[in-house]
């Protein structure tokens, strides 16, 4: 396994719509071992695959407790297929370091995916875990959470955020 470089906003991978798994093999078993340790050495809940510089339809999670047992769940060609209610939290995102925003997203959805050998799933989620699927599933549509804010709070997403990589270009 190995930690992978992720791409930070404003980077154009983070905008494309990743491509669907059609081989399921010991290449996609490594990249998602390697999205794993990377998300978990961040660290963080989730991880897109484009995220990482790779445009496919892959996520990796675990929104369990951090002082508990791992819990990790890998999805390929992952689709919301219902959802229900709606919530507001505080999202943060590992391609966007250090700014963080409430984001409209739906309270509980169910996920169709595939898993590591193909075989599909469905599963029900809700909470922090139906969050962080919506927000990875939006990584593979090229979608960042700050698109999901209002005009006005995306203006100021982008004026605050040029101050963080100028202040981290000054650092360097």
């Known amino acids: 396994m190995s930690l992978l470089k992720i791409h930070h906003y404003p980077d154009p991978v983070l905008k494309q719509k990743a491509a669907p798994v059609t081989t399921f093999d ?38 369990s407790a951090k002082d508990g047992e791992r819990q990790p769940l890998v999805a390929v060609n992952p689709e919301i ?64 959470f700050v698109d999901r804010l209002s005009p006005l709070k995306r203006g100021m997403f982008r004026k605050k955020y040029q101050k963080i990589i100028e202040q981290r270009q000054e650092q360097l």
């Open 81 to 144: 297929v219902a959802r229900e209610g709606e919530c507001c939290e505080e999202e943060g995102c590992l391609s966007v370091p250090e700014y963080y925003a409430r984001v409209p997203r739906s309270e509980a959805v169910r996920v169709r995916f595939q898993d590591l050998d193909g075989v599909s799933r469905e599963i029900e989620a809700n909470g922090l875990w139906a969050i962080c699927f919506q927000h990875e599933i939006d990584h593979l549509d090229g979608i960042l």
């Open 26 to 63: 010991v290449g996609l078993r490594q990249l998602a071992g390697d999205m794993l340790e990377t998300m978990y050495a961040a660290p963080g809940v989730g991880l897109a695959a484009p995220q990482v510089g790779i445009s496919r339809r892959l996520i990796v999670l675990d929104c």
